[in-house]
T-cell receptor, first 113, second 113 residues
Framework: EPEVTQTPSHQVTQMGQEVILRCVPI?????FYWYRQILGQKVEFLVS????????KSEIFDDQFSVERPDGSNFTLKIRSTKLEDSAMYFC???????????FGSGTQLSVL | QQQVKQSPQSLIVQKGGISIINCAYE??????FPWYQQFPGKGPALLIA?????SEKKEGRFTISFNKSAKQFSLHIMDSQPGDSATYFC????????????FGQGTRLTINP
Protein backbone atom coordinates (compact mmCIF):
# COMPACT_ATOMS: atom_id res chain seq x y z
CA GLU A 1 0.00 0.00 0.00
CA PRO A 2 1.29 3.52 -0.73
CA GLU A 3 2.68 5.47 2.22
CA VAL A 4 2.95 9.02 3.46
CA THR A 5 6.55 9.65 4.50
CA GLN A 6 7.51 12.06 7.27
CA THR A 7 10.95 13.32 8.23
CA PRO A 8 12.53 13.55 10.69
CA SER A 9 10.94 10.99 12.99
CA HIS A 10 12.20 12.94 16.01
CA GLN A 11 13.09 16.61 16.27
CA VAL A 12 14.45 18.34 19.34
CA THR A 13 14.64 22.13 19.39
CA GLN A 14 15.10 25.00 21.77
CA MET A 15 12.20 27.26 22.62
CA GLY A 16 12.02 30.19 20.21
CA GLN A 17 13.69 28.35 17.36
CA GLU A 18 12.08 27.71 13.98
CA VAL A 19 11.37 24.16 12.89
CA ILE A 20 10.26 22.70 9.60
CA LEU A 21 8.55 19.34 9.52
CA ARG A 22 8.58 17.58 6.20
CA CYS A 23 6.14 15.25 4.54
CA VAL A 24 6.02 13.45 1.22
CA PRO A 25 2.36 12.72 0.50
CA ILE A 26 1.22 9.87 -1.70
CA UNK A 27 1.86 10.59 -5.35
CA UNK A 28 -1.18 11.99 -7.18
CA UNK A 29 -2.97 12.91 -3.97
CA UNK A 30 -4.53 16.35 -4.02
CA UNK A 31 -5.53 17.09 -0.41
CA PHE A 32 -3.04 17.47 2.39
CA TYR A 33 -3.40 17.78 6.13
CA TRP A 34 -1.48 18.29 9.34
CA TYR A 35 -2.74 16.89 12.62
CA ARG A 36 -1.01 16.78 15.97
CA GLN A 37 -1.25 14.69 19.14
CA ILE A 38 0.02 15.99 22.44
CA LEU A 39 1.16 13.11 24.65
CA GLY A 40 -1.83 11.44 26.27
CA GLN A 41 -4.35 13.59 24.43
CA LYS A 42 -6.48 13.21 21.34
CA VAL A 43 -5.37 13.73 17.77
CA GLU A 44 -6.25 17.29 16.70
CA PHE A 45 -6.75 18.82 13.27
CA LEU A 46 -4.41 21.68 12.42
CA VAL A 47 -4.82 22.56 8.76
CA SER A 48 -5.94 21.33 5.36
CA UNK A 49 -4.36 22.33 2.07
CA UNK A 50 -5.62 22.05 -1.47
CA UNK A 51 -4.72 23.64 -4.78
CA UNK A 52 -1.77 25.44 -3.20
CA UNK A 53 -3.73 27.16 -0.52
CA UNK A 54 -5.10 26.56 2.95
CA UNK A 55 -8.69 25.36 2.73
CA UNK A 56 -9.38 25.18 6.46
CA LYS A 57 -7.48 25.68 9.70
CA SER A 58 -8.12 25.24 13.40
CA GLU A 59 -7.73 27.70 16.24
CA ILE A 60 -4.41 26.05 17.07
CA PHE A 61 -3.00 27.05 13.69
CA ASP A 62 -2.08 30.64 14.54
CA ASP A 63 0.38 33.03 12.92
CA GLN A 64 3.32 31.00 14.20
CA PHE A 65 2.36 28.16 11.86
CA SER A 66 2.59 28.02 8.09
CA VAL A 67 2.36 25.33 5.45
CA GLU A 68 3.89 25.08 2.04
CA ARG A 69 4.08 22.77 -0.91
CA PRO A 70 7.36 24.04 -2.35
CA ASP A 71 7.56 21.52 -5.18
CA GLY A 72 5.46 18.72 -6.59
CA SER A 73 6.27 16.23 -3.86
CA ASN A 74 6.92 17.84 -0.47
CA PHE A 75 4.47 19.33 2.00
CA THR A 76 5.94 21.19 4.96
CA LEU A 77 4.79 22.58 8.28
CA LYS A 78 6.82 25.46 9.68
CA ILE A 79 6.62 26.68 13.25
CA ARG A 80 8.31 30.07 13.38
CA SER A 81 9.10 30.44 17.06
CA THR A 82 8.49 27.24 18.96
CA LYS A 83 6.92 27.18 22.41
CA LEU A 84 7.05 24.45 25.04
CA GLU A 85 3.40 23.64 24.37
CA ASP A 86 4.20 22.87 20.72
CA SER A 87 5.79 19.62 21.88
CA ALA A 88 3.69 16.90 20.26
CA MET A 89 3.58 14.22 17.59
CA TYR A 90 2.78 15.87 14.26
CA PHE A 91 1.05 13.75 11.64
CA CYS A 92 0.85 14.55 7.95
CA UNK A 93 -2.00 13.02 5.95
CA UNK A 94 -2.99 13.00 2.31
CA UNK A 95 -6.12 12.19 0.38
CA UNK A 96 -6.69 11.45 -3.26
CA UNK A 97 -10.16 12.89 -3.70
CA UNK A 98 -12.66 14.38 -1.26
CA UNK A 99 -14.46 11.12 -0.58
CA UNK A 100 -11.41 8.90 -0.22
CA UNK A 101 -9.83 7.92 3.04
CA UNK A 102 -6.99 9.79 4.68
CA UNK A 103 -3.58 8.17 4.71
CA PHE A 104 -1.50 9.21 7.71
CA GLY A 105 2.27 9.24 7.99
CA SER A 106 4.12 7.79 10.99
CA GLY A 107 4.58 11.23 12.50
CA THR A 108 7.36 13.52 13.69
CA GLN A 109 7.83 13.72 17.44
CA LEU A 110 8.69 17.34 18.20
CA SER A 111 10.26 18.12 21.57
CA VAL A 112 10.68 21.78 22.50
CA LEU A 113 13.10 22.33 25.39
CA GLN B 1 -20.50 20.91 20.12
CA GLN B 2 -17.42 19.59 18.35
CA GLN B 3 -16.50 16.92 20.89
CA VAL B 4 -16.37 13.21 20.36
CA LYS B 5 -16.28 11.25 23.60
CA GLN B 6 -14.78 7.77 23.60
CA SER B 7 -14.83 5.04 26.22
CA PRO B 8 -13.25 3.10 27.75
CA GLN B 9 -9.75 4.54 27.94
CA SER B 10 -8.27 1.07 28.12
CA LEU B 11 -9.65 -2.40 27.59
CA ILE B 12 -8.30 -5.89 28.20
CA VAL B 13 -9.98 -8.79 26.40
CA GLN B 14 -9.14 -12.45 26.24
CA LYS B 15 -8.22 -13.95 22.89
CA GLY B 16 -11.36 -14.98 21.06
CA GLY B 17 -13.54 -12.54 22.97
CA ILE B 18 -15.49 -9.51 21.73
CA SER B 19 -13.96 -6.05 22.13
CA ILE B 20 -16.42 -3.17 22.28
CA ILE B 21 -15.46 0.51 22.17
CA ASN B 22 -18.05 3.27 22.33
CA CYS B 23 -18.21 6.84 21.08
CA ALA B 24 -20.70 9.67 21.37
CA TYR B 25 -20.82 12.86 19.37
CA GLU B 26 -22.63 16.16 19.71
CA UNK B 27 -22.61 17.85 16.33
CA UNK B 28 -25.55 16.62 14.25
CA UNK B 29 -23.86 18.00 11.12
CA UNK B 30 -21.32 15.17 11.25
CA UNK B 31 -22.00 12.62 8.55
CA UNK B 32 -18.85 10.52 8.41
CA PHE B 33 -17.71 8.31 11.28
CA PRO B 34 -14.42 6.43 10.85
CA TRP B 35 -12.48 4.24 13.23
CA TYR B 36 -8.71 4.34 13.16
CA GLN B 37 -6.22 1.78 14.44
CA GLN B 38 -2.80 2.92 15.60
CA PHE B 39 0.18 0.72 16.42
CA PRO B 40 3.15 2.12 18.39
CA GLY B 41 5.41 4.25 16.21
CA LYS B 42 2.88 4.40 13.39
CA GLY B 43 0.25 6.88 12.29
CA PRO B 44 -3.47 6.17 12.55
CA ALA B 45 -4.76 3.86 9.80
CA LEU B 46 -8.39 3.74 8.71
CA LEU B 47 -10.03 0.53 9.87
CA ILE B 48 -13.68 0.97 8.94
CA ALA B 49 -16.08 3.89 8.46
CA UNK B 50 -19.83 4.45 8.37
CA UNK B 51 -22.25 7.07 7.08
CA UNK B 52 -25.43 7.83 9.08
CA UNK B 53 -27.76 6.37 6.45
CA UNK B 54 -27.03 2.85 7.74
CA SER B 55 -27.17 1.43 11.26
CA GLU B 56 -24.45 -1.16 10.90
CA LYS B 57 -21.43 -1.90 8.75
CA LYS B 58 -19.37 -5.05 8.89
CA GLU B 59 -15.94 -5.76 7.44
CA GLY B 60 -14.53 -9.11 8.43
CA ARG B 61 -14.27 -9.25 12.24
CA PHE B 62 -14.92 -5.50 12.59
CA THR B 63 -18.42 -4.04 12.89
CA ILE B 64 -19.59 -0.47 13.43
CA SER B 65 -22.99 -0.03 15.04
CA PHE B 66 -24.53 3.41 14.60
CA ASN B 67 -27.42 4.94 16.55
CA LYS B 68 -28.33 8.27 14.97
CA SER B 69 -31.02 9.24 17.48
CA ALA B 70 -28.68 8.64 20.42
CA LYS B 71 -25.72 10.18 18.58
CA GLN B 72 -23.61 7.16 19.42
CA PHE B 73 -21.55 4.66 17.50
CA SER B 74 -19.45 1.72 18.53
CA LEU B 75 -16.78 -0.62 17.23
CA HIS B 76 -17.09 -4.35 17.82
CA ILE B 77 -14.14 -6.64 17.22
CA MET B 78 -15.25 -10.25 17.08
CA ASP B 79 -12.89 -13.14 17.84
CA SER B 80 -10.28 -10.66 19.12
CA GLN B 81 -6.67 -11.65 18.42
CA PRO B 82 -3.37 -10.57 20.03
CA GLY B 83 -2.53 -8.81 16.74
CA ASP B 84 -5.52 -6.52 17.36
CA SER B 85 -3.71 -5.03 20.37
CA ALA B 86 -3.41 -1.34 19.46
CA THR B 87 -4.92 2.06 20.20
CA TYR B 88 -8.27 2.68 18.56
CA PHE B 89 -9.66 6.11 17.80
CA CYS B 90 -13.16 6.99 16.75
CA UNK B 91 -13.61 10.18 14.78
CA UNK B 92 -16.28 12.26 13.10
CA UNK B 93 -16.40 14.85 10.36
CA UNK B 94 -18.50 16.24 7.59
CA UNK B 95 -18.04 14.43 4.30
CA UNK B 96 -18.27 17.72 2.42
CA UNK B 97 -15.27 20.00 2.52
CA UNK B 98 -11.94 19.21 4.09
CA UNK B 99 -11.84 16.03 6.16
CA UNK B 100 -11.46 17.92 9.41
CA UNK B 101 -11.66 14.89 11.68
CA UNK B 102 -12.63 15.34 15.32
CA PHE B 103 -11.06 12.45 17.20
CA GLY B 104 -12.05 10.70 20.39
CA GLN B 105 -9.52 10.28 23.19
CA GLY B 106 -8.49 6.80 22.09
CA THR B 107 -8.80 3.33 23.63
CA ARG B 108 -5.76 1.20 24.33
CA LEU B 109 -6.86 -2.36 23.60
CA THR B 110 -4.88 -5.33 24.86
CA ILE B 111 -5.79 -8.85 23.79
CA ASN B 112 -4.40 -11.46 26.16
CA PRO B 113 -3.38 -14.75 24.54
Amino acid sequence: EPEVTQTPSHQVTQMGQEVILRCVPISNHLYFYWYRQILGQKVEFLVSFYNNEISEKSEIFDDQFSVERPDGSNFTLKIRSTKLEDSAMYFCASQGTRNEKLFFGSGTQLSVL
Amino acid sequence: QQQVKQSPQSLIVQKGGISIINCAYENTAFDYFPWYQQFPGKGPALLIAIRPDVSEKKEGRFTISFNKSAKQFSLHIMDSQPGDSATYFCAASRIQGAQKLVFGQGTRLTINP
